[in-house]
């Protein structure tokens, strides 16, 4: 069993990086080098910007907002450097930071780079032939990794400055909730009810740890040779410190299971609902074995999850509809906002993920 390397490509249109002020920025940050400055685009991604800069027989990517967002607190550049440059040393998947700048005049705006991760992504539909017994043991390697992470001592880390004393849950439920508002092109009845509901049933914290928020598998570098072994974690733009159920739940809203809608199946990583991958159900109970936490109003953590994820796809909708981005790929987002919505209402009516 193998799988082939994450690879880069051409830039969109739009999106293009001016190598000659990234060479000035390089030369100034890392040293003098000669020869050709080669740059690449991992393509896959909807929010943050990803880029592969070659030089001097270096590899390194490079992390920048999207172009016209307005969404600042979303693209947090500083926040993210800061995050990688706490956990190197602590935790091994996370990618080693190497340079920040923050003379937007470079590049349009803040960006950082950071030491290339080689390994596998899986994606949607791929094909890569994986036994049931290699997709569970890829499940168990999951969740464990996601038990760890909550288990660092944010602290020692230095990190508690990102701490936020007070409800966590409820800024979340009450926050994602007007940005919705904000983005809003269509009538969804579904995200309106779904929305009602949460606000109506806001728990109590049940701590606060180091969290992801977006935990999944395509932010996974995996080794193409074992795929149950992680080498790397990515995507770390929305990490904080938080209420460690939220996180979980953010991992189940992307976790699809046989029987999910097809949209859902044909955009979410294609070893969740394979034979002999965990389901939502069986994830989240391993997760509670591991970590000893009560899980028994995971229904909650699931609908907010299918929540953000329905608000961020509405986000880059309205991106497009405002005519911020001419990624035809964003065109029929609105589709998979109701498709979020329907599902979060079919939990709610049924009581279970």
């Known amino acids: 069993m193998s799988a082939s390397i994450d690879s880069a490509g051409a830039q969109r249109e739009g999106e293009e990086l001016d ?30 910007l990803t880029y592969l800069v070659r030089f ?33 040393g602590a935790y091994a998947a996370a990618p080693k930071p190497v340079a920040f700048c923050d003379d937007e005049s470079i590049l349009g705006a803040k960006f950082y780079l950071m030491e290339r991760i080689r390994g596998a992504i899986l994606r949607g539909t791929q094909e890569v032939e994986i036994s049931s017994e290699t997709a569970r043991a890829c499940c168990i390697s999951f969740v464990r990794n996601l038990a760890a992470l909550h288990d660092l001592d944010y602290r020692a880390l230095g990190l508690d400055q990102l701490y936020r004393p007070g409800w966590y849950a409820q800024r979340q439920v009450l926050g994602w909730a007007e940005r919705y508002v904000n983005a809003k092109t269509d009538e969804i009845p579904a995200i309106d009810a779904t929305i009602a509901w949460l606000k109506e049933r806001i728990p109590e914290d049940t701590g606060a740890v180091l969290i992801h928020n ?19 974690v990515l995507d770390w733009e929305m990490s904080t410190i938080g209420d460690p159920l939220m996180d ?12 999910d809608p097809s949209g859902l199946q044909a955009t979410q990583c294609f070893l969740t609902s394979v034979r002999g991958s965990m389901t939502r159900m069986e994830l989240a109970e391993e997760y509670a074995r591991l970590t000893g936490r009560d899980i028994s109003n995971i229904l ?27 990624d035809e790929r964003f065109a029929g987002l609105i589709f998979m906002v109701a498709i979020l919505g329907n599902l979060a209402a079919n939990a709610i009516e049924k009581g279970k993920l």
């Open 56 to 88: 001097d027989g270096r590899e390194l990517v490079l992390r920048r907002p999207p172009f016209a967002s307005k969404v600042k607190t979303a693209h947090d550049m500083t926040r993210e450097y800061t995050i990688l440059s706490r956990l190197c």
């Open 19 to 48: 190598p000659a002020k990234l060479r000035s920025f390089l030369i100034g940050a890392l040293g003098p080098f000669d020869g050709p400055l080669e740059i690449e685009q991992f393509r896959k991604g909807h929010s943050n």
């Open 214 to 232: 977006d935990y999944k598998f395509d932010n996974l570098v995996l080794d193409p040779r074992d795929l149950t072994r992680i080498v790397g």
């Open 248 to 259: 979980l739940g953010s991992t189940l809203g992307y976790w699809t299971e046989a029987g």
């Open 300 to 326: 909650f953590y699931y609908v907010f999850s299918l929540l953000k994820i329905a608000v961020i796809v509405q986000q880059i909708y309205y991106r497009y509809v405002k005519g911020s981005t001419k």
